[in-house]
């Protein structure tokens, strides 16, 4: 296991403050804001902690605030409803006395069911996918210390790179991602954690890639608004998942972006969906990409 990936499994391991109150602690690192796929997973792992049966199924939440990375987050949960088959909670995220985030989320028990799904898109084995690590070396655009650094979740990205000037312009993304490092001795509850904070990493990226803008460029603001996962089946983080990405449209300062993970036996795990705001700060240098669908 990476000591990214030990960093990472250990603030989900958010300390238990009172009854259904928790604390969760950032990573040492420089950053202006909270991560939001850190405080989703944290949230998550709060709801949990009350359950007594079942696993995740769904979760809907609301980014609120930026976070603040330099103080610790109180996770309060709501016991909602406590139900047969399925349990119910909601999780307000705190700093400074205000709200950040809040999620609700459901866990069902496993129940005999119909069946059907839209096929695995086609994609090379990850296996021949060098890591992102390997790619950004090649890459002639600077890219900031963050995307340089060791990440818990191994990336391969299909085809060119989200932030690359060869890019294709479509507004989809295909990558392999999982836990790097063995996670069979956790819960399912800790990859359904990993999972949601890794979701947060690339997803957004689907809703640029069209345009001719940078996460570092100075012409627009972006951050996630909201974020929504279905969990159709248990998952292995530690497992290749194939991440198929899509952004339907961006309009009004906002973008959309879907998401779906697929395991190597080609079934759907997870769904997700995302809106993050696409502020534009600078319109005179900012003007859609060739090959922009509109």
Same mark, same amino acid.
């Given at each position: 296991?990476?000591?990214?990936?030990e %960093?990472?499994?250990a603030l989900?391991?958010?300390?238990?403050?009172e009854v259904?109150?928790?604390?969760? =602690?950032?990573?040492?690192?420089?950053?202006?804001?909270t991560f939001?796929? =850190?405080v989703?997973?944290?949230a998550?792992m709060?709801?949990?902690?009350?359950?007594?049966?079942?696993? @995740?199924?769904s979760?809907?939440s609301?980014?609120?605030?930026?976070?603040d990375p330099t103080?610790p987050i109180?996770?309060?949960v709501?016991r909602?409803r %406590?139900?047969r088959?399925?349990?119910?909670r909601? !999780?307000v995220?705190?700093?400074?006395?205000?709200?950040?985030?809040n999620m609700?989320?459901s866990?069902h028990?496993?129940?005999p *069911?119909? #069946?059907?799904?839209?096929?695995?898109p086609?994609?090379?084995?990850?296996e021949?996918?060098?890591?992102?690590a390997?790619?950004?070396? #090649?890459?002639p655009v !600077?890219?900031?210390a963050w995307?340089?650094?060791?990440?818990?979740?191994?990336?391969r990205?299909?085809? #060119?790179l989200?932030?690359?000037?060869?890019?294709d312009?479509e507004?989809?993304?295909?990558?392999w991602?999982?836990a790097?490092?063995?996670?069979?001795?956790?819960?399912p509850? @800790?990859h359904?954690c990993v999972?949601?904070?890794?979701s947060?990493? *690339?997803?957004?990226d689907a809703?640029?890639?069209?345009?001719?803008v940078r996460w570092?460029?100075g012409?627009?603001?972006?951050a996630s608004l909201d974020?929504?996962?279905?969990?159709?089946?248990?998952?292995?983080?530690?497992?290749?998942?194939?991440?198929d990405t899509d *952004?339907p449209?961006?309009?009004?300062a906002r973008?959309?972006?879907?998401?779906?993970?697929?395991?190597r036996?080609?079934?759907?795990?997870?769904s997700? @969906?995302? #809106?993050?705001?696409?502020?534009?700060?600078?319109p005179?240098? @900012?003007? *859609?990409?060739?090959?922009?669908?509109?």
């Amino acid at each position: 296991m990476t000591t990214a990936l030990e %960093d990472l499994l250990a603030l989900l391991d958010i300390e238990t403050i009172e009854v259904n109150t928790f604390r969760g =602690q950032h990573p040492h690192e420089e950053r202006l804001r909270t991560f939001g796929g =850190q405080v989703a997973a944290q949230a998550l792992m709060a709801a949990g902690r009350t359950v007594d049966h079942g696993r @995740v199924h769904s979760l809907h939440s609301y980014f609120l605030r930026p976070g603040d990375p330099t103080l610790p987050i109180l996770y309060e949960v709501d016991r909602i409803r %406590d139900g047969r088959s399925f349990t119910t909670r909601r !999780v307000v995220a705190i700093q400074h006395g205000m709200a950040i985030y809040n999620m609700q989320a459901s866990f069902h028990d496993d129940e005999p *069911s119909l #069946e059907h799904q839209f096929p695995m898109p086609d994609a090379p084995d990850p296996e021949t996918i060098p890591p992102l690590a390997d790619r950004l070396a #090649e890459e002639p655009v !600077v890219f900031d210390a963050w995307f340089k650094r060791q990440h818990p979740i191994d990336q391969r990205f299909i085809g #060119e790179l989200p932030w690359s000037p060869n890019r294709d312009r479509e507004p989809r993304q295909r990558l392999w991602i999982r836990a790097d490092g063995d996670l069979s001795a956790l819960d399912p509850l @800790v990859h359904a954690c990993v999972v949601t904070y890794a979701s947060d990493l *690339s997803l957004f990226d689907a809703i640029l890639a069209p345009h001719a803008v940078r996460w570092d460029d100075g012409t627009f603001m972006g951050a996630s608004l909201d974020h929504c996962m279905w969990f159709h089946r248990p998952v292995r983080a530690d497992h290749w998942l194939l991440y198929d990405t899509d *952004s339907p449209i961006a309009h009004g300062a906002r973008g959309l972006a879907r998401g779906f993970l697929f395991d190597r036996d080609g079934e759907l795990c997870v769904s997700m @969906v995302q #809106e993050g705001l696409v502020r534009v700060i600078d319109p005179t240098r @900012v003007a *859609s990409a060739p090959g922009d669908p509109r």
